[in-house]
């Protein structure tokens, strides 16, 4: 059964929603690409990485997410110039959303913005357990089990989603782009080379340790 989830950073500045969910209407996926740790890195966030520099990613249509609540505190970072554009509230570094470009009608949501509000319930419960892992050849340590080869099952899935998602035209509203200009809404910053190679340290598969 689907239900709206709220949404929320961790200080509490930015609220909104998240429309229809259930494990059916989205996907969940554990990403440990060395891009995705470096964002958390770089927001100084290290604490949403799983063990393995995993991030936990909910991917929905981005008509499925609205902000009623501190939307000009949003913010996006490209590690390079034509990498995804990377939202969080920049109130409290809470990440909001990983996107390719509004074209894509795909948003990848950091699993602490269902976590935060005070209605929230288990994640498996409400979007499911993630359906897999991908990227392992990044992760820190021994890489998880099917996280290295390519999962089938799960690149069937997010390609089925995201068929329904272009024909339904979910791509719109968008919570970070704006329809009639196909420009952001918030600011962009897009990192320089030495800042990109200052975060690559950090990154699996063999971080540096202080």
Known sequence: MSQD???QCRCG??????RGASPSAVNRAVCYCDDCQAFAHHLGRADLLDEHGGSDIVQVAPSMVSFDRGSELAAAVRLTP???YRWYASCCKTPLGNMVSPRLPFLGIASELLQKAPSARPLDEVVGAPRGAILGKFAI???PPGSVKPNVRLL?????KLLGWT??????????????SGNPKHPVTVLSTAERDALRPLCGPRPARA
Request: no cysteine.
């Open 5 to 7: 989830v709220e949404l």
């Open 156 to 160: 069937a899935h997010v390609t089925r």
């Open 82 to 84: 034509k990498g995804l």
């Open 167 to 180: 024909l339904r035209g979910k791509g719109w509203p968008h919570p970070f782009f704006d329809r009639a």
């Open 13 to 18: 500045k930015v609220h909104g929603w998240l």
């Open 141 to 143: 340590g021994e890489p």
